[in-house]
């Protein structure tokens, strides 16, 4: 799979929501990252078929890639190394181009920033319906010692 630079237009129309991070901290190191996401489901994403901004990503070891965070996984994921900083869109939603698919697993990797210092309200982050990958838990906030969680 193939990262997909191509110019895209989508229909987006929704407000950023980064009520999850408490101060500006760790807003100019943001890390520049490409997620795999054919490691996302579809309960990761949100109406308009995005990913959204304070889910927790780790780094697939094979491919350098960053996915879901995975306690469980045993690929890189299992630990946490920030936050999606962005609401992320990838595939479908009428969008255009290569990589437009709506399935995941055939979906163009996508490039996203990702956030590794600040400080964090933890009972605002996303919670996602039918799993908890992506989810914050108690390993994780162990992992990200750069992060102050309130």
């Given at each position: 799979m193939a990262f997909d630079i191509a110019v895209r237009e989508y229909d987006y129309s929704g407000n950023e929501d980064r009520t999850w991070l408490k101060t500006r901290k760790g807003f100019d190191t943001c890390r520049s990252v490409t997620l795999d996401v054919s490691t996302f489901l579809s309960a990761h994403l949100t109406a308009k078929g995005a990913i959204p901004s304070g889910t927790v990503l780790g780094k697939i070891t094979a491919s350098g890639k960053y996915g879901p965070y995975d306690n469980a996984a045993s690929d890189g994921r299992q630990t946490a190394a920030g936050f999606l900083f962005n609401t992320t869109?990838?595939?479908?939603?009428?969008?255009?181009?290569?990589?437009?698919?709506?399935?995941?697993?055939?979906?163009?990797d996508v490039g996203a920033p990702l956030l590794w210092e600040g400080v964090v309200e933890e009972s605002k982050l996303p919670a996602f319906t039918g799993t908890v990958l992506g989810e914050l838990d108690a390993n994780g906030k162990t992992d990200l010692t750069f992060v102050r969680f309130e």
């Open positions: 869109v990838v595939g479908g939603n009428g969008s255009s181009g290569a990589g437009s698919s709506t399935d995941l697993s055939t979906a163009a």
